[in-house]
């Protein structure tokens, strides 16, 4: 197992004071069989009241209640995790790749409905005529070998850009413009995904580089999709493969909007908005445990 400590600050500035409604933060990971939350600490400025939810999708959201002006706003989420070994596969037992076109059960059939409908129904037509330039489904037997292609596709064809501008490019602009932000990226891909019938949905969170290890990147997006008798599959369009240890969730949903890691209005004239800068840092870290392999203490390596 290896432990890693991630920070991230968030920070919004304003001319002069202004009021703060409600902001939404979705930074916690999704917890599970290969990840586990050891710390987590948020400190948030001005004065505030918070209160932790799940959303629909099951991530969990803390909800920033502010009781002061000021002209600083400013988040800072400090994680310590721990991420385990892969859990063992029977060697004995074939791997049974989906085959595509995709069946679902009955169970299923109405869960993954909400992930197989478009966000931008006016592009679709346009994002099914530039996937099939290059991929014909009708010669892939293999779903999950269709998603990879399609995931290549955008990778070889769309220039990554890191943009600040708030929200996300629709399908049409990104392949308009041939370049966009990793949100921008994993956008058109679970876009891509639906118009073949895969449930697709947005991804948000941490990657460990070498950006986030110097502590100047942002938050990271990718989109998964789901097979079925495998489940949730991640596919990182900004660098053209399967997601790994690398990637860390934060939060997913059926649209890019559902997961923006800071989220929230202020009260006063647009003019005294000055920006807003984000800074993460992603650091393997070695954890001091107790016998019953709790954390002690832990530092950076030499």
Known sequence: MRYLKITHETTYRYASPVRFGPHRIVLRPREGHDLRVEEMTLEISPDHDLEWSRDVFGNSVATAHFFTTANVLQITSTLLLRQMRGFPRRLDRPLLRPAYPLQFSPLEEFIVAAYRSSVFPADATGVAEWMQQEIN?????DAEALAGAINQKIWRSIRYRRREEKGVQTPGETLAAGSGSCRDLATLLMECLRTLGFPA?????????????????????WAEAYLPEIGWIGFDPTLGTLTSRQHVVTGVSNHPRGVMPVSGTFFGPASVYLGMQVAV???????????KEQPVSFKSPA
Request: charged share 15%; hydrophobic share 50%; with cysteine.
């Open 201 to 221: 949905r947005f991804a948000s969170g941490y990657l460990d580089c070498p950006a986030s290890v110097a502590g100047v990147a942002s938050t990271h997006a």
């Open 137 to 141: 489904p009708r010669f892939f037997l």
């Open 281 to 291: 840092a992603v650091l393997e870290v070695e954890v001091v445990t107790d016998s």
